[in-house]
Every structure is written in structure tokens, then in C-alpha cells.
């Protein structure tokens, strides 16, 4: 099959691959780009483990085709952390205890970060909305909400 | 037709462990040349945190910090044997075996010390800090980083050490069948509240409250997070789980994990979790089999709080609206 070229930017870098038509952006940018914190859980839309950041949307990155991806601007969970220091986000989680195995935790923080940047006091209902469509197996949810409102009070304080 | 509330009580005793033909694990443990020490088990971390909790049991009996420890349990092949993670015996089996092989290695380790310092053995003591030192004279010390080293390079001494813990097999006895099929109970009880709604059969959970008998919780942030994700799978087994839902015709299952049904964000219930510590006698440092223990209690809670609810016994799980609405059917043709 025929490779196509596509650029994007991925956590503030520019990348520049051949890929074949169809690839998924959730394979490109684990197999191609060797970001794995994407992770593939049910490769048909419904676990929310391949969440990403594609132009301060979030998407289900095994549904994206990564040919569709031109020019996009990418984030992923690998891409939070700034220079060695965790996002708040990742913080709260790890204190929270809010991973077990941790297959569900990148989704759930980009999905955790895209209503922050809209939502930055959101309430608990909020939380549970935003987080609605990430499947967890391990945790029963209690603490993963309650890592994400306490991230949103460490931002916010931060902020102030 | 109504909104029924109820609530339900259920108490459990939970063995830790099982005993089809004895239940052993071993360990091994043995220092590097700078003084970090290897725990080598086939026992598997499922998430469940075994790692940590191995490396903080090996620590307190050698005397060193717990991130001077490393644990393997790469590969049952080759590491001593373990019956398995499973039966919530990962902590109790696994933990007793990497006490006796560090108390092992710890010994070999002061017996070296004791040779560089010119002093017995018997005298010395670890600081918990990575230093052995003489009792009552603490500026007379050596630092496991040295003593590993003199081991390895001078005095020819490997630093390790061997464990076993063995729960034999248990024969029935002939006239009665008496036996002990399992040790280290743990406890629990949960009362829940549920709200039934008689026409749709729909079960909501309003509230959980469980208290778990743990024994000692070896890292109490991570026997809290078991009890929490528990108490909610418990709630999915009472509720939600099931491959075959008309057992055993196989139709209308689940194809994959997509459609196997688990309380998702939304359906929560407010949950408290009370934890009481009993040490047990013979468990790491006290510790029993907090694992699957703390999915239980719920199942037999809810199923009481619908009877409470609504009237009618459901004994097969989970408790669906259909088969709610097929006993209050039944109930009303008397």
C-alpha cells in the first residue's frame, strides 16, 4: 500500500513520518513515533485508554485516522511534564493513589486536562461528566475524581 | 408502583490462602557488591502493589531503607517456586518467606561486619539508615556499602539468604471430616442502602459502609485503595457482572470487555471504608489477605437491602431488573 507523508506537532515538536494509509494516530504514535503513553485498550472507541489533545480537543486516538492529522497540534500525557517537574495532574494522581495498574491513567488525565483548561474549579459532577467516557477496572473511580478536583485546587491556588 | 428504599447487613470470615495440597512460596534474597539487596520471587504484582509491599518487609527485617531493596518476580521458570498470586495470599505466603530469607542474609551481613570491625557479632546492630554499628557505641560503625564490598572482594562471603513458608496440606480426619482447609481469616461487614424502583426493577446503591478486620496493613495508602476499588467490584458483582446472564444458555453475553458491565463513573455509591487492625499471629509483621476479602461483604449486603427494599429473595447474581421483576411477579400470583 501507498505511504502517505504527514507532519504535526506532537508535545511542542514537530514530526514528520510516511505512513500507510489507514493507520490509526494511536499506532502511529506508538509504533512510528515511539510515544507509548497512549494506551490501545479496546482499539473500537469505548475504554478511553488512547485519549489525546488534537488541537484542544479530546479524541480517541484509535478511532483518528493519523492521515487526518496534518498540521494538527498533538499532546499526550508523556508530553506534561516540564522539565522534569509533573503536571499538577500527574501529581495529584500519583498522592491520590488514583492508578493501579495504571492501563487507564494516561486517557484519564488528558481527559482530566482538557476540562481543566476549560473548567478550572469544575465540581464533582463536572468531574464525573468530563470522565464519563474512560473506563477504569481497578480503582472503582473514587479516587481518580477526587485527584482531579484536588488538581484543580492546586492550580487554581498556584494561579492566585 | 413506587421507589422502594431498603438496607441491607452482611457479615464475612475470609481465608487467606487455600490448602488443596499444601500452599508454599519461597524467596531468595542476596546483596549486590554495593550493598543493595535482590528479593527473587515467582509471586506475580498484579497491580496490586506486591512489589512495594516485598521490598518494605525485606527492609525492616535486614535494617536497611526500603529503595535499597529491589524485587523480581520476573519469571517462574526460574525463580523459587510460589503456588501463585491468587486466594489474597500473595502478602501473608510470600511475605513470611521473604522474612525468613532476609533474616538469613542479615545474619551473613553482621557476621561480616563483625569480622571488619573486630567485633561479635552478636553486638551489633543496623541504624535503618544503610550503617551497621556496635550497640551502645554507635561511632563504632561500618556501612552496608562496605560490608558488601569487603564480602564480595575480601572476605569471599555471599550476603543471602533463603526462605520457606509452607502451609501443609490438611487431611480430613476419617470419622468426623473435620480439616483446616485455610488459615488467617479476615473480616468485614457492609450495610448498604439501596433504592429499588418496583416497576422498572432498577437497583440504585445510595450508600456502602464496610468495615474490613485486615490484620497489620503493611502500607496503609494501599490497603485503603484496594478496599475502595473492592467495595466497588463488590457492588459489580452484586449488580452488574456476568458473562452469561442466562446461564447456562449462552445467549445475550457479553462479546469483550466493552460489554461486560461495571459500575461506571456515574452509578456511584457513596462508599465509606473503615479499616480495623488486628495483627494476626502468623502474618508478616502481622499482615493478613486484604485482596479479595474486600469484594464480598457487599454482594450478600445488597441482596438483603433489595429484600428489605421490595420483598423478594434474588439468590442468583448478578441482580438485574428482569429477575427483580420476575420474583415480584411471581410474588404478586402468590
Redesign the interface.
Known sequence: MAKVPVQFTLNGSEKAEFIESGTTLLNALRDKIGDTSPKGG?H?G??GACSVIIDGELKLSCLTLAETCGGADIKTTAGLAEGGVLHPLQRAFLDA?AT???FCTPGMIMAAKVLLDRTPNPSREEV?EA??GN?C???????I?QAVLTAARASSQNAA | MAIRRGRGVAAINYPTGMNLGGDPTQALVHSTPTGNFMVTLSSVDLGQGMKQIMAQICAETIGVPTDRVVVDTADTDTGPHCMGTFASRGTHRAGNAVIQAAKEARQVMLEVAAEELEVNASDLETDGQGNIQVKGAPQKSISIFDVALSAHFKRGRSISGRGMFLIPRSYPEKETGAMKPSTCYAHACTVAEVEVDDETGEVTVLTVKNVFEIGRALNPKMVEQQLVGGSWMGISHALYETTEPYYPNRDHGGTDFNQYLMPGLGDLAETETIVLERPSADGPFGAKGPGEMCANPQIPAVANAVFDAVGVRIDTLPITPERILRALKAQAAG
Request: with cysteine.
Open positions: 479496546c473500537q469505548t475504554c493513589f493501579q495498574c495504571g464525573v470522565l464519563s473506563i477496572r481497578c480503582t472503582g473511580y473514587e479516587p475524581i
